[in-house]
């Protein structure tokens, strides 16, 4: 019989069979058993340990870091160049328009006359108010001595000097409406409309003429809805373009605030004063770009994306701690916008969270943040 040789891997060494034997095949296959049973072992050993760390998986996600400059908001108002002064002119009296000397656009001194009445009518009244002041005095002085001598009783005499004074009184009147029978520029200025024409009859106090005043500048007036304008106060800045100048915009600050909203929008009026330009001009069209403060009622912003989960008045978000690993966290929705939403609770300034790539994370998974770029 020819001789074999059979060497166990991990044993003492070589076992040399020349003649095998009933107890030797039992022997040899008691050994390659032990070593199949180890070889499995060891298998199942591996495949039993834990992963590592460095063997996890860990998600890339956008982030963004919630911080107070986040917090602001910029919202742009569509508004309207005006004088800050324009005022309307109009006659004291009633008469026919004798005279307009300018037209809608036209640039004027003070003192400029810009309208006038035909006087005739003014000077005759004036004539008839002078004719029953001098009646009533000559009359009241008749009485005077009257009354000094006892013919006339107090009343009488009382009576005649109040119609005295009475026609007086008429004179100046009629005075007065003999010498504002004109109207006149009280400041230089463009005359932005005229709304008479020579010959026409108004009534006192009826609108001639609107003149912009050029000493008291622009303003710029936009209208802000109730809710952005609760929060914002006169001296905040903002940033005013005007298409038909171009150029770089126009800095400016908040100088006035409506105290009522208007009826029929519901919006507040934001003034802003602007320094004169030789190409401003009244009726001109711009945006303001207002910059909101945060909120002060512990209300944060975020990224509309950020938020998971939603249901009624609120939501989830991931957040992100030192070791890369996200947590969630429950807030309360306050408000929904374009693309953030206003939320309490839950996170605050320096928190980092999830916007993007949070598909397929659960509490606890680890991930690889990259910071937000817009």
């Not at 929705?333 to 928190?351: L, N, Q, T």
């Amino acid at each position: 019989m020819s001789a074999f040789r059979a060497i166990a891997v991990g044993g003492a060494g070589e076992l040399i069979l020349n003649k095998p034997n009933r107890h030797q095949n039992t022997l040899f296959a008691t050994l390659f058993m032990g070593m199949a049973l180890s070889l499995a072992g060891c298998s199942s050993e591996e495949e039993g340990k834990p992963t590592t760390a460095s063997q996890e998986e860990a998600f890339p996600v956008q982030v963004i870091k919630v911080q107070e400059s986040s917090l602001q908001r910029t919202i742009d108002a569509v508004g309207t160049i005006r004088y800050r002064r324009e005022t309307p002119l109009g006659f004291t009296t009633s008469g026919r328009v004798a005279s307009v000397r300018y037209n809608e656009g036209d640039y004027v001194k003070r003192g400029a006359t810009l309208a006038a009445l035909d006087r005739q009518n003014v000077r005759a009244d004036l004539s008839v108010a002078q004719a029953e002041r001098d009646r009533t005095q000559a009359e009241f002085e008749r009485l005077r001595g009257l009354y000094a001598d006892g013919w006339i009783t107090k009343k009488q005499y009382e009576a005649s000097e109040a119609a005295a004074k009475a026609a007086a009184a008429r004179v100046r009147q009629a005075s007065y409406a003999s010498g504002t029978s004109h109207i006149h520029a009280p400041s230089s200025g463009v005359i932005l409309s005229r709304s008479v024409e020579p010959g026409q009859v108004v009534s006192a106090g009826t609108p001639a003429l609107v003149l912009g005043q050029d000493s008291q500048g622009f303003v710029f007036r936009v209208p802000v809805v109730d809710r952005d304008a609760s929060k914002l106060r006169v001296g905040m800045p903002a940033q005013i373009s005007i298409e038909s100048l171009g150029g770089d915009p126009i800095n400016a600050t908040i100088s006035e605030i409506d105290g009522r909203a208007n009826e029929a929008t519901g919006a507040f009026t934001i003034v802003f004063r602007l320094k004169a330009r030789p190409r401003l001009r009244s009726g001109q069209i711009g945006t303001a770009a207002i910059t909101l403060p945060a909120a002060e009622d512990g209300s944060l912003q975020i990224p509309a994306s950020a938020l998971f989960g939603v249901r009624t008045g609120e939501g989830l978000v991931y957040v992100v701690n030192k070791e890369n690993r996200v947590e969630t966290r429950n807030v309360s929705v306050e408000r929904v916008m374009d693309d953030f939403v206003i939320i309490s609770g839950g996170v605050g300034p320096g928190d980092v969270i999830v916007t993007r790539g949070g598909e397929k994370l659960r509490t606890g998974s680890k991930v690889r943040p990259v910071a937000a770029t817009g």
